[in-house]
């Protein structure tokens, strides 16, 4: 089975998506945009992930996963710092997918710690608390950094050693001149990836660093990670402003082993 890791659906506004600088991503994108996707480049499921940090978002990737079959799990967003996090996190608990049916409901948690003022956020006594919160459940934590708060990212593994943990867009590195990647994103994807409870997605890298040779970028987190800690991602629909959905799976089957491509994905998520 062929799994997709990493995607997105939403229905466009100005108001909350300002982020998205592409005209070809100002509008709707739907499950159904995707279902032609993958079915035209043989991928058989998808984690679906949080694109708006509010509640209404996780229920709409769980209406989603209902209503279709390939979205396997539901990374969704909820309010980590807020005092009453544990309520939204035991109803949301009861959607997880059952023994029986081991799709479709929630796997993870994401906060966009990338967009915080402050690159500390990640270490806020408030977020750990929460954070520590989902550690007492089966669900896994998300880490959205770029790579400037990849250290900070790394202390915040030191602090929950017992949570599955995974680290989005390789981090969001950094690439010199001529597009190899950046000396201390490596230094730094090394360091992290010595957390073992630490798994890294290959996603998202060619919005960062644009169509360069994506090689020396695999090898650097396979080398760091292992093949059995790197799982591969589409960030469809954010990447097809740089690159055809099958064009960036072709890409990256010439160099990631054939687990990246669904059994990580299947073991980290529980699936």
Known sequence: MTIDSHQHFWRYNDAEFGWIS????????????????????????????????????????LAFAAEHPFIAGVTGWLP?????FSR?????????????????????????VQDEPD????????????????????????????QRQLANATRFADRHP???LVL??????????????NAEWTRLIREMARRENVWCKASGLVTEVGRVDFRPYFDAILSAFGPERVM???????????IAYGEWLAACREVLPEQCFGSVAGKFYGL
């Not at 939204?88 to 966009?112: E, I, N, P, Q, S």
């Not at 989005?168 to 990647?181: Q, S, V, Y």
Request: net charge negative; charged share 35%.
């Open 88 to 112: 939204y996190l035991d109803r949301f608990l009861a959607t997880k997918h059952t023994k029986d049916t081991k799709r479709g409901g929630l796997v993870a948690l994401r906060h966009v």
């Open 80 to 84: 980590i710092v807020a005092d009453d």
């Open 168 to 181: 989005d867009h390789m981090g969001k590195p950094e690439r010199t001149a001529d597009g190899r990647p």
């Open 22 to 61: 592409s005209d070809a991503l100002r509008r709707d994108f739907a499950p159904s945009d995707l279902a032609t996707a993958i079915a035209a480049a043989g991928v058989d499921a998808t984690i679906a992930v949080e694109a708006r940090q509010c509640v209404e978002e996780t229920e709409m990737l």
């Open 119 to 146: 690159d500390a956020f990640i270490l806020r006594d408030d977020f750990n608390r929460g954070v520590k919160l989902v550690e007492r459940t089966d669900l896994a934590y998300e880490i959205l950094v770029f």
């Open 232 to 242: 591969w991602g589409s960030d469809w629909p954010v990447s097809t402003a740089d």
């Open 162 to 164: 017992d949570l599955r």
